[in-house]
């Protein structure tokens, strides 16, 4: 190896290695497909070394890439910290800001803080991505994180978003007619209930509060989900109870079409908040967002 690799190459390599996807990757890096293939092959001709396991399905690093990678990582972040400083010398903040968010962290986002942010640094691109799962927002190269904030990783710096949370237990009138009204946490497990499935597969417990005494419920149901907005309208339809945050809920309960259940057992905890690492330089364009974050905390209305 005469030469060592270029940086735009070493950075597709890190890329494609970590999503796992040429066509995800390349998107990403607005190139065709077939040009990253190619530019791979050329780095691995270059370096001698095979660095990509390569199927017509999918693509993972071999041993060689994943050594590679592990090095590559913490010397691109390096990099990207080192030119993200030089945006302090700028009037406004440019370039790509990546947050990573469940889906209903990105719409209370879009509700407010992107609106709000675009408009005052169009020269920012918010590139927001929703997943279930909580991931490691250093090593996918996310600049932020949006979760409850109980599940904000400790070595992380969050900021809540300013809202309280509830977690309601409701059902469809209908359905309260033809079986009853729980009244007490422990009634629920003589109903049909509607169960959220985790990203990790587990089910998620239904959790109750009361003047200090609190309450974990496994309820029994025969449907189980995995999105808040169809256990929503699960519940609307008369198939059993489902325990939603309040923002999911809240619709149907105005509409009359969902009834909200043990609201003595369903005080409010710490909501949503943005994390970010604090051991790298803060972006000017993460700062300028935290920034409108903080203001519209300081003006939204607790929950109801």
């Not at 010398?89 to 209370?108: D, K, M, V």
């Not at 691109?125 to 979760?147: H, K, M, P, Y």
């Not at 239904?206 to 169809?230: C, K, N």
Request: glycine residues 6%; proline residues 8%; hydrophobic residues 45%.
């Amino acid at each position: 190896m005469n030469q060592p690799p270029d940086l735009n190459s070493l950075n597709a390599f890190m890329l494609v290695a970590t999503r796992r996807s040429f066509r995800q990757a390349a998107d990403e890096l607005g190139l065709s497909p077939s040009t990253l293939s190619h530019m791979l092959r050329a780095l691995e001709q270059k370096m001698d070394v095979r660095l990509l396991h390569r199927t017509t399905r999918s693509v993972s690093p071999t041993e060689a890439g994943e050594k590679l990678l592990a090095s590559l990582r913490p010397v691109l972040r390096d990099l990207d910290s080192a030119l993200a400083s030089l945006e302090d010398f700028r009037q406004q903040p440019a370039g790509t800001l990546r947050i990573n968010a469940s889906e209903s962290a990105a719409r209370q986002l879009l509700q407010q803080a992107v609106p709000v942010f675009l408009q005052r640094y169009p020269a920012v691109t918010v590139d927001l991505v929703t997943e279930g799962r909580l991931i490691d927002i250093v090593s996918e190269q996310f600049d932020a994180g949006v979760r409850l904030l109980e599940d904000v990783p400790q070595d992380m710096i969050a900021v809540p978003l300013g809202r309280e949370v509830r977690f309601l237990a409701v059902a469809a009138p209908g359905y309260l007619r033809q079986h009853g009204t729980p009244a007490t946490p422990d009634a629920l497990r003589q109903h049909q209930c509607i169960r959220f499935r985790l990203p990790s597969g587990k089910l998620y417990r239904w959790e109750f509060s009361r003047r200090g005494v609190e309450q974990v419920i496994e309820p029994p149901g025969a449907l189980m989900l995995d999105h808040l907005e169809l256990m929503a309208e699960a519940a609307v339809a008369g198939l059993g109870i489902a325990y939603l945050p309040d923002s999911v809920a809240k619709p149907w309960l105005r509409a009359g079409k969902l009834t909200a259940l043990l609201e003595e057992w369903s005080p409010p905890y710490p909501g949503l908040a943005i994390y970010y690492p604090g051991h790298r330089h803060v972006p000017a364009a993460l700062r300028a967002f935290i920034d409108v974050v903080k203001s519209l905390a300081v003006t939204s209305p607790v929950a109801e």
